[in-house]
């Protein structure tokens, strides 16, 4: 296919390196005695945790981790301020493992050294700088118990067997009291032990039903552990933030809105009261509950335009880190000081970003065909007139997650190379309340996908997109919609882009991972039930049409990938080509759910832009 004669050079190519390479700094975290600040930083191409003095010239700065592989994603501070604790994983296999480095001697610990175990961080306490509460599903790899971890000591020891409950929640004084214990028929009754109870005395104090279960999680304890903050949307249509009184049981809503969920809650370390709620609309908003942050809030958000997020804070309350989000330019960290009301800048994630040209990611809107109101964004090529331009649907994972606003590397790449970017927060998107996500129930290929076939007749009709040049792509649930659009509506696509999307929705609900098999009455209720649907599982599965294949498939898989094994994209791969079907298989042996190491990620990406030039005639960087 031609260039496009309609688009734009002015824009010059925005180095795919500089949107999917490492980032140069970020994820700050400062030190619980608020003197030195750590964050993640290549070393010889591997990301790593870099500590140094607060205020110190940069070149002060040292890694202090090692890892020369998938490189760290995930740390943070030792209350004690003697060490970094990170998660590591081996391939993408998600058995998480917890390390830790400390800091005077540079000596690392594999904290969790049991082979096909995933160990979880349950809890950390300002008044136990030496102690952890670490879940790991070595006796039985369905369930986490809890272990008591000495970090000087590196001594694990046992204080719950896990009598079956999901989302473990402990309180101050580090004593695992709450969760979610999963139902047969979908639901998660909400479970708890009173002040004083034995480990074995657990309480039901709210019944949650399938229809609330994605919806409600406990969240954390008042500082007298006698009440539990909840966010659930039992009686209401959103995620409300409530408080219940595991005494009299008695709960009280904090905070709510009637349409979008609670999606963030800031709370103080100390007192535990809740001082600031944020809902996620358009974009977020922060709703401040605690009038003493009031003014920090209101200052802070003056500070520089964007999406704010709190990364963080000292012991002192002194210091506080905060993250700036934009749609067109790198993330921006600053620390704030509370009592000098001073910001000083710390870092941009990925400075290179503000030397090109970047987009605006648009809110927009469109009345479904059965009259639900669907939202998303659009970002469009700059400097070109909006009209018959090549577009790509890119269709989030999950599914039961959301787009959001701010700085996406895919969207600015596509939107660089001559392509609108329609991001669809389809039925079955999380955020919206219950109503709208559960609009998605068992709705896989069927409703949910007629959303996404009404969002490009909505830019089609607005004129803005040439209905003959529209590409699918997405990971995950998005890669399985990509699959969707070849095989359930080849005739609405020129070409497909799957990343780790599972072909066959049985095989895929029956290969869970171990860890989510007390939840797999979530899938059966929102997807179907393998013993008793398998036909309309089959019906719904790309596998099933295969021979409607008419256009194109780029398909990407990791071969680690414990939640879409490598299986789902061999079935679809194999039936392509026994059929003789044009498509392109990308596998990487050193990867799982998604690409972490840069190498891999530049190889999918320079495939791909190929790939959507080939169709789409968009720009390519060779």
Known sequence: ????????????????????????????????????????????????????????????????????????????????????????????????????????????????????????????????????????????????????????????????????????????????????????????????????????QWEVFLEVDSDDALGTAPIGFTADGNSLYLLSSVDANASRLLRIDLVSGVATVLAEDPQYDVSGVMTNPDTREVQMVSYTKARVEHVVLDPSIADDMEAIRTIQPGDVTFRGRDHADRTWLVAFTVDDGPVAYYAWDREAKEATFLFHHQPALSDYTLSKMEPFSFTARDGLTIHGYLTFPPGVERRALPAVLMVHGGPWARDSWGLNAEAQWLANRGYVAVQVNFRGSTGYGKEFVNAGNKQWAAAMHD??????????????????????????????????????????????????GPSNLQTLIESIPPYWAPIVAQFHERVGNPETEADLLWARSPLSKVDEIKIPILVAQGANDPRVKQAESEQIVGAMKDKGIDHVYLLFGDEGHGFAKPENRMKFFQVAEKFLARYLGGRYEE
């Open 1 to 200: 296919m031609t260039a496009d004669p309609n688009r734009s050079e002015s824009a010059p190519l925005v180095p795919r390196e500089v949107l999917f390479g490492n980032p140069e700094k970020v994820q700050p975290r400062i030190s619980p005695d608020g003197k030195r600040l750590a964050y993640i930083a290549p070393v010889n191409g591997v990301l790593n945790v870099w500590v140094g003095e607060i205020g110190a010239a940069e070149d002060t700065f040292k890694p202090v981790t090692n890892d020369t592989d998938r490189g760290i994603r995930a740390f943070f501070w030792g209350q004690d301020n003697a060490r970094i604790l990170f998660v590591q994983d081996a391939g993408g296999d998600e058995n998480w493992r917890l390390y830790d480095t400390e800091l005077a001697t540079g000596t690392t610990r594999d904290l969790t050294p049991f082979e096909n175990v995933q160990a979880q961080l349950i809890a950390e306490e300002k008044a136990f700088p030496t102690e952890l509460l670490v879940g790991l599903n070595k006796d039985n790899p369905q369930l986490h118990d809890v272990y008591h971890l000495d970090l000087e000591t590196g001594e694990l020891e046992m204080v719950l067997q896990n009598p079956g409950i999901v989302g473990l929640v402990s309180d101050g004084e580090m004593r695992v009291r709450a969760g979610l214990q999963p139902r047969p028929d979908g639901g998660m009754n909400l479970v708890g032990r009173r002040p004083g109870a034995s480990a074995e």
């Open 451 to 500: 959303d996404l076939i009404d969002a490009v007749e909505y830019v089609v009709g607005q004129g803005w997109v040439d209905r003959e040049r529209v590409a699918i792509s997405g990971g995950s649930y998005g890669g399985y919609a990509a699959l969707v659009g070849a095989t359930f509506t080849p005739d609405v696509f020129c070409c497909a882009v799957d990343v780790v």
